[in-house]
């Protein structure tokens, strides 16, 4: 049933939302330090276990491809839902600001990618 | 008639956004097939409506019109990370082994210069004292690290509001220029997404963002940006901020 599925998807969302949030209790953040992280992590874990032990069942799957399918409409309206008229009225200050570190950002991928990939050939290596 | 209509949405307010999105999303593909001939994904083109339209509202986007609320609770954090966490089913565990140290590296880094470059910004615009410096640098981290670094430094309203400004202007960018770079930075693979995710850092910009790139690589890069808001509100109003003070000084 396909509502095994998205049981298991809720379940292993609660747990990384709980960590995430006793991580941030931790570090006195009163907030979520990587839930959706763990979450997905969770669901990483117990899809692998599950389909080793043949208990994944392509029905169940199908309920969490479901919420898998509905991420980019939802996330064209948390577009539409962005304080936009805000951050053009942050003024030039904030234009440039959020503009420079996105583009530094941006041109730093390659390097960093880089950086990985060299440590893996070395272990390969050896 | 219209008052009925409009009981009808309100009441439905959820079911009513399904209804919009996939109008939204059938125009754009629709768009991006007929007239542009895919050279810009259909997702680029509906995340730009939704923009567009967002910028008709005021806080909320569109959904601050009552009618349009239901906006509001399909794309609230709620449903995103839930949606996020799904697709971390198509993610392969070797691949973001592989690309683990990386993506630790890059999450620090990314902070780090997010910071910086957001301080010299507010330095060379006249800001000089420590905790509004800091404050616009946590802000250019992401639109949560911005506030709470803020409220935790005890500044002004308006200087959150300017920090809140620089971390959606970094969203909006990032979603709307990451499939444009994407080719350029290499962005084509899972770990150069888990790089890209935790130099970025804005969960919702990086969703965005790669989604209109290539969705394979979505669950690569959300898995390291969930932990970058955590790791600047960490960072930013205590190490950062003495950073700060001391060189202000």
Same mark, same amino acid.
Request: charged letters at 10%; one cysteine or more; glycine letters at 12%.
């Given at each position: 049933?396909?509502?095994?599925?998205?049981?298991?998807?809720?379940?292993?969302?609660?747990?990384?939302?709980?960590?995430?949030?006793?991580l941030g209790h931790l570090m006195q953040i009163n907030g979520d330090v990587g839930g959706v992280g763990f979450a997905m992590l969770f669901l990483m874990l117990s899809n692998s276990f599950l389909k080793r032990k043949g208990w994944?069942?392509?029905?169940?799957?199908?309920?969490?491809?479901?919420?898998?399918?509905?991420?980019?409409?939802?996330?064209?309206?948390?577009?539409?839902?962005?304080?936009?008229?805000? &951050?053009?009225?942050?003024?030039?200050?904030?234009?440039? !600001?959020?503009?420079? !570190?996105?583009?530094?950002?941006?041109?730093?991928?390659?390097?960093?990618?880089?950086?990985?990939?060299?440590?893996?050939?070395?272990?390969?290596?050896? | 008639?219209?008052?009925?209509?409009?009981?009808?949405? @309100?009441?439905? *307010?959820?079911?009513?956004?399904?209804?919009?999105?996939?109008?939204?999303?059938?125009?754009?593909?629709?768009?991006?097939?007929?007239?542009?001939?895919?050279?810009?994904? *259909? /997702?680029?083109? &509906?995340?730009?409506?939704?923009?567009?339209?967002?910028?008709?509202?005021?806080?909320?986007?569109? !959904?601050?019109?009552?009618?349009?609320?239901?906006?509001?609770?399909?794309?609230?954090?709620?449903?995103?990370?839930?949606? /996020?966490?799904?697709?971390?089913?198509?993610?392969?565990?070797?691949?973001?082994?592989?690309?683990?140290?990386?993506?630790?590296?890059?999450?620090?880094?990314?902070?780090?210069?997010?910071?910086?470059?957001?301080s010299i910004v507010a330095y060379v615009f006249g800001y000089n004292d420590a905790r509004s410096i800091t404050t616009i640098g946590a802000g250019a981290c992401t639109y949560i690290v911005g506030p709470i670094t803020g409220s935790a430094l005890n500044v002004s309203s308006d200087i959150i509001a300017i920090s809140i400004a620089t971390g959606v202007v970094k969203t909006i960018i990032t979603t709307v220029g990451t499939p444009l770079v994407a080719k350029?930075?290499?962005?084509?693979?899972?770990?150069? &997404?888990?790089?890209?995710?935790?130099?970025?850092?804005?969960?919702? *910009? /990086?969703?965005?963002?790669?989604?209109?790139?290539?969705?394979?690589?979505?669950?690569?890069?959300?898995?390291?940006?969930?932990?970058?808001? @955590?790791?600047?509100?960490?960072?930013?109003?205590?190490?950062?901020?003495?950073? /700060?003070?001391?060189?202000?000084?």
């Open positions: 049933m396909k509502i095994y599925g998205v049981a298991l998807l809720a379940f292993c969302f609660l747990l990384g939302k709980l960590l995430g949030n006793l994944m069942e392509q029905e169940t799957e199908k309920g969490i491809l479901f919420w898998s399918s509905m991420y980019i409409p939802i996330i064209v309206a948390m577009a539409a839902t962005l304080n936009v008229k805000a &951050a053009l009225s942050g003024g030039p200050l904030a234009l440039l !600001a959020g503009a420079m !570190a996105t583009f530094i950002a941006f041109a730093f991928i390659p390097l960093l990618s880089k950086i990985g990939n060299k440590k893996q050939t070395k272990k390969e290596k050896e | 008639m219209t008052e009925l209509i409009e009981n009808l949405i @309100g009441k439905n *307010g959820l079911i009513f956004s399904f209804l919009l999105i996939g109008i939204i999303m059938l125009i754009s593909s629709w768009l991006s097939k007929s007239l542009i001939y895919n050279k810009i994904p *259909g /997702v680029a083109i &509906a995340i730009i409506i939704g923009l567009a339209l967002a910028y008709i509202g005021e806080e909320k986007g569109i !959904a601050s019109f009552p009618i349009f609320a239901g906006l509001g609770l399909l794309g609230g954090s709620m449903l995103r990370d839930f949606s /996020v966490v799904s697709t971390a089913m198509g993610a392969d565990i070797d691949k973001i082994k592989a690309a683990g140290l990386a993506g630790i590296v890059s999450l620090f880094f990314g902070v780090l210069i997010a910071f910086l470059f957001g350029a930075i290499g962005l084509n693979n899972p770990k150069s &997404a888990v790089v890209f995710g935790g130099l970025i850092g804005t969960t919702s *910009g /990086v969703a965005a963002g790669l989604a209109a790139t290539d969705p394979k690589l979505v669950p690569y890069g959300a898995l390291t940006a969930t932990f970058y808001t @955590g790791l600047g509100c960490l960072l930013c109003p205590s190490v950062f901020y003495f950073l /700060v003070k001391i060189l202000m000084s």
